[in-house]
């Protein structure tokens, strides 16, 4: 097969496969491919060292870079017309001590979720549903990356927009999708747009909705807090580690815990777990490259507005509120379920206590 088609194949095969990125890295042995698949990276080829170099140029080429440069990272972009795939792929390459290391960034899923995508349990989508039906207050998701805050946000919008004709600005960094009707901007660090600038501005916009890609200052989370106390609804995502982590960390931010009280809605923190493939239920087949697992499914634990939230935000002595579900029962109800396995529960979770 010819270079520019065993890449054109090779880009067609992931997105078939529903792989979010492609890392091609060069070692003394030659070319290893692997896919993200569902949030693990799988290797599905390795290549010679000579036909790896071939494949290497001709993604640089394709994403209009420096086909000569290998030795400074460079960041591209390939057009779909390019890749014969359905959309753009984003394309960074990294220098390594072995040779150049390239991750190709498929944005994957044309269309934007809606809450039904997403598999969370009638009772999580009622919870936030009810949350997002309200004129105003703060709505904090939290979860590493790759937890899925992404998805959630965009089917928020999505019925926020479609259902509920709200005006809704955004402010994300980067922009993943773009959503019909929400008035979307990214940050730009290096010019000065960042997260807290741009929430300053956005509010004299005249929002009904402002979303906050990321509260990561004092400044961003005092905006937040102010913008959801003035009529606004509020959506944005802190790292917390959990949802008491993230009252913390918004303590931290902003001291006013009286705002703070008044403003909370909803906290959100949530994970991932890959799902057994459907087609074999995990007994591994080639639909799933023999990985098992195909999709997935968020557990998730969260706290919703009431006087034992709004005390302890307000009394640092008041007792912590309890949370309705734990993330760890909610992954041993799946795992029940026979929906995943219990190393898929401790890869994410970790290893219960003993
Ligand atoms: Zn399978």
Redesign the pocket.
């Known amino acids: 097969m010819d270079i520019p088609s065993l890449v054109s194949e090779l880009l067609q095969n992931a997105e078939r496969h529903r792989a979010s990125d492609i890392h091609l890295h060069q070692t003394p042995q030659g070319l290893s491919i692997s896919f993200r698949l569902d949030g693990l990276l799988t290797e599905v080829k390795t290549l010679d060292l000579e036909t790896g170099e071939r494949v290497i140029g001709r993604i640089k080429y394709l994403a209009r870079l420096k086909t000569y440069q290998s030795s400074l990272p460079q960041d591209g972009r390939i057009e779909k017309a390019a890749s014969g795939t359905s959309q753009d792929i984003r394309v960074s390459t990294y220098p390594t001590v072995t040779g150049e290391k390239l991750v190709l960034r498929l944005f994957s899923g044309l269309s934007t979720p809606v809450f039904e995508e997403l598999h969370f349990k009638p009772s999580v989508t009622e919870t936030l549903l009810q949350a997002l039906r309200q004129p105003s207050g703060l709505i904090l998701l939290t979860g590493p990356a790759g937890s899925g805050k992404t998805s959630t946000i965009y089917a928020s919008l999505s019925f926020l927009s479609k259902n509920l004709k709200k005006q809704i600005v955004t402010i994300e960094d980067p922009v993943e999708q773009v959503i019909p009707g929400v008035t979307q901007t990214e940050v730009k660090e290096l010019l000065g747009l960042t997260f807290a600038s741009a929430a300053k501005h956005v509010l004299r916009q005249d929002p009904e909705v402002l979303v906050i890609g990321e509260i990561r200052d004092e400044e961003t989370a005092r905006t937040a807090v102010r913008a959801a106390l003035t009529g606004h609804l509020v959506i944005a995502t802190l790292h917390g580690g959990s949802c008491h982590g993230v009252i913390e960390r918004l303590l931290n931010f902003d001291p006013d815990r009286h705002a703070i009280s008044q403003s909370l809605l909803l906290i959100i923190n949530q994970r991932l777990l890959r799902s ?19 999709g997935r499914i968020p557990i998730v634990e969260l706290l919703h507005k009431s006087e034992s939230l709004a005390r302890y935000v307000q009394d640092r002595n008041a007792p912590i509120p309890e949370l309705k579900q734990t993330l760890l029962k909610a992954g041993q109800d799946l795992v029940s379920q026979n929906k995943t396995s219990s190393v898929e529960l401790s890869r994410v979770m970790g290893d219960p206590p003993q």
């Open positions: 057994f493939c459907p087609h074999c239920h995990g007994s591994k087949c080639e639909r799933c490259l023999h990985t098992g697992y195909l």
